[in-house]
């Protein structure tokens, strides 16, 4: 069975950091695409970050330079390291694993930033 | 990197059929075959319902089919039923990077 377990949320001041991690199991993590998306409280899905399997990165204009995402095969776990946090960057994130679609998702770990 | 548009807000009576749009440009949408939608409950994490446009990932009704015209995707839902309501989003390939639509809230009469 595929899992996909986020870890690593919690209530942050502006400009500070935090490492989001994401532990797979069930299927070969190396052979696929990962994706961080998050969801800001009420509204709609936002893309973030994807690692490919090559790990070659890509982000979303609104976390380039900010945020890094990165991936341990051996441990099947997907990070994103976030610093100079926003009060925008209050959400629930999400990891997703790629493959014909975004079709498995963990069950999002909350990021609050604020004062 | 602007969200592709999509309408607020869609509904129907059961058994009918509603379509969703979600329109982007030639960089997302219009340039790849690689749309996908996704059903979302509130508090709950999204479900892929299409990809690729039009294929269907095994476990989810036939009810439920996408297309692709130029740079508008849409996603029908035949045979409404009331387990349907609940938050639809689009996703598109944009060359790397992902771009999501801003959601539609399908609500069943």
């Known amino acids: 069975e595929v899992q996909l377990v986020e870890s690593g949320g919690g209530s942050v001041q502006p400009g500070g950091s935090l490492r989001l991690s994401c532990a797979t199991s069930?299927?070969?993590?190396?052979?696929?695409?990962m994706h961080w998306v998050r969801q800001a409280p009420g509204k709609g899905l936002v893309w973030v970050s994807c690692i490919n399997s090559d790990v070659s990165t890509n982000y979303a204009d609104s976390v380039k330079g900010r945020f890094t995402i990165s991936r341990d095969n051996a441990k099947s776990t997907v990070y994103l390291q976030m610093t100079s946090l926003r009060a925008e960057d209050t959400a629930v994130y999400y990891c997703?694993?790629?493959?014909?679609?975004?079709?498995?998702w963990g069950q999002g770990t909350l990021v609050t930033v604020s004062s | 990197q602007s969200a592709l548009t999509q309408p607020a807000s869609v509904s129907g009576s059961p058994g009918q059929s509603i379509t969703i749009s979600c329109t982007g440009t030639?960089?997302?949408?219009?340039?790849?075959?690689?749309v996908s939608w996704y059903q979302q409950y509130p508090g709950k994490a999204p479900k892929l319902m299409i990809y690729d446009v039009t294929e269907r990932p095994s476990g989810v009704s036939d009810r439920f089919s996408g297309s692709k015209s130029g740079n508008t995707a849409s996603l029908t839902i035949s045979g409404l039923q009331a387990e349907d309501e609940g938050d639809y989003y689009c996703?598109?390939?944009?060359?790397?990077?992902?771009?999501f639509g801003g959601g539609t809230k399908v609500t069943v009469l």
């Open positions: 030639s960089s997302d949408v219009g340039g790849y075959n690689y």
């Open positions: 996703c598109s390939y944009a060359g790397g990077t992902f771009v």
């Open positions: 069930g299927f070969t993590f190396s052979n696929y695409r």
């Open positions: 997703t694993r790629d493959g014909s679609g975004l079709g498995y």
